[in-house]
């Protein structure tokens, strides 16, 4: 089993930024494939950005050249920096995980393990 906890969530004005830890613990036997996702009220839980077991990264059309994905292996932690922030980036971000992956996959399905989620919420 793998334990996920997030933080770094809160509010903040439009044009602000945010940085979403993503701390890792238990049977850490990683790296693991990485992924970040949210879930805004009334939609689904859509994919934001991944990570790979190295350092190649993808993100959702929505957040590139805002949002950076990253990862420190010695601490088991990922970040997402998120800069620029709108309105409609307010939601519960999760940190999800998979030992299974070899590339971040952007369905959530494709992940075993996530966190409890950290709610971000962007006022305009």
């Known amino acids: 089993q793998v334990q996920l906890v997030e933080s770094g969530g809160g509010l903040v004005q439009a044009g602000g930024s945010l940085r979403l830890s993503c701390v890792a613990s238990?049977?850490?036997?990683?790296?693991?494939?990485m992924g970040w996702f949210r879930q805004a009220p009334g939609k689904e839980r859509e994919f934001v950005a991944g990570i790979s077991r190295g350092t190649y990264t993808y993100y959702a059309d929505s957040v590139k050249g805002r949002f950076t994905i990253s990862r420190d292996n010695a601490k088991n932690t990922v970040y997402l920096q998120m800069n620029s922030l709108k309105p409609e980036d307010t939601a519960v971000y999760y940190c999800?995980?998979?030992?299974?992956?070899?590339?971040?996959?952007?369905?959530?399905?494709?992940?075993?393990?996530w966190g409890q989620g950290t709610q971000v919420t962007v006022s305009s």
């Open positions: 999800a995980a998979d030992g299974r992956l070899t590339v971040a996959a952007m369905t959530a399905s494709s992940y075993a393990y």
């Open positions: 238990g049977r850490t036997a990683g790296p693991y494939v």
